[in-house]
């Protein structure tokens, strides 16, 4: 059986996870956002219900907010390197 788009979101949101903790800042940051779209579909065209759309948008936020303190990191590093 085919794994349903939230399955498959959570899956990519696992794997931004564990290149977080690897400290492959990079790549956990596109898998971030990649599981805030699959999320964000999931919720405009597969409706899970009032609380669990909004488990989905909080969790929406906390991944783009990571993602967004890697990619500053990122930047602080490359700007550190430069001088």
Excluded: W
Aim: hydrophobic letters at 30%; glycine letters at 4%.
């Amino acid at each position: 059986m085919e794994p349903t788009n939230l399955q498959k979101a959570i899956a990519v949101a696992n794997k931004a996870s564990q290149e977080d903790q690897a400290g492959n800042y990079e790549e956990a940051i596109k898998s971030y956002q990649h599981a805030v779209k699959y999320f964000l579909h999931i919720i405009k065209r597969e409706p899970q219900g009032k609380e669990g759309n909004q488990k989905i948008r909080d969790k929406c936020v906390q991944y783009l907010d990571r993602a967004e303190e890697l990619q500053d990191y990122l930047d602080q590093k490359q700007v550190t390197r430069g001088h």
